[in-house]
Nanobody
Framework: QVQLVESGGGLVQPGGSLRLSCAAS????????MGWYRQAPGKQRALVAA???????EYVNSVRGRFTISRDNNQNIVYLQMNSLKPEDTAVYYC??????????????WGQGTLVTVSS
């Protein structure tokens, strides 16, 4: 079974920084895309940032210039560096991987989520 394990969430004051990490393990032949999504209470889950196998990135407009997505050399860990945090960034952040399993082809898996709270 493929797993994504997220870490790095917590409580931070407005203007502060956090770095989220997501580590993938299991029966993965390759990872096509890894992304970060977030969901606040009463809101839809929405894409924050994503990175492809060849390092193309995309960001939602509200975080562009403040957040940076990156991955390690093996492409099994994805990071989200979050700077200049705002209260509206408060949400549960979820990691998602679009990956290839040699038997079942293209699949996706979600992490369990990590809570980010931006408040004074």
């Amino acid at each position: 079974q493929v797993q994504l394990v997220e870490s790095g969430g917590g409580l931070v004051q407005p203007g502060g920084s956090l770095r989220l990490s997501c580590a993938a393990s299991g029966a993965i032949s390759s990872i096509n895309v890894m992304g970060w999504y977030r969901q606040a209470p009463g809101k839809q889950r929405a894409l924050v940032a994503a990175i492809t196998y060849n390092d193309n990135t995309e960001y939602v407009n509200s975080v562009r210039g403040r957040f940076t997505i990156s991955r390690d050399n093996n492409q099994n860990i994805v990071y989200l560096q979050m700077n200049s945090l705002k209260p509206e960034d408060t949400a549960v952040y979820y990691c998602k991987a679009d990956y290839v399993n040699e038997d079942y082809g293209d699949l996706e898996v979600w992490g369990q989520g990590t809570l980010v709270t931006v408040s004074s």
